[in-house]
């Protein structure tokens, strides 16, 4: 489920120093590109994304500038 996913990603990171910050996309597509560009906009330093559309084309500029994601579905 969900919520397991973000317990055990918040585990990991809390062992590493590393703060979670999430979201809920309500399985809303313009949602989920909107809200990827909010994070990226405040420099997030890697994203988890469990999406809400088929297409993440829209993140290509920022895996080519080398912010780590990783899509769970």
């Not at 973000?6 to 909107?34: G, H, K």
């Not at 559309?53 to 290509?60: H, I, R, V």
């Amino acid at each position: 489920s969900c919520a397991e996913l973000l317990r055990a990603v918040e585990a990991r990171a809390r062992a590493r120093r590393v703060v979670v910050i999430s979201a809920s996309l309500d399985e809303e597509p313009q949602r989920e590109q909107a809200l990827v560009e909010q994070l990226v906009e405040r420099r997030i330093d890697g994203l988890v994304l469990m999406p809400a559309t088929q297409d993440q084309s829209y993140l290509q500029p920022e895996l080519e500038a080398g912010l780590p994601v990783v899509i769970v579905d």
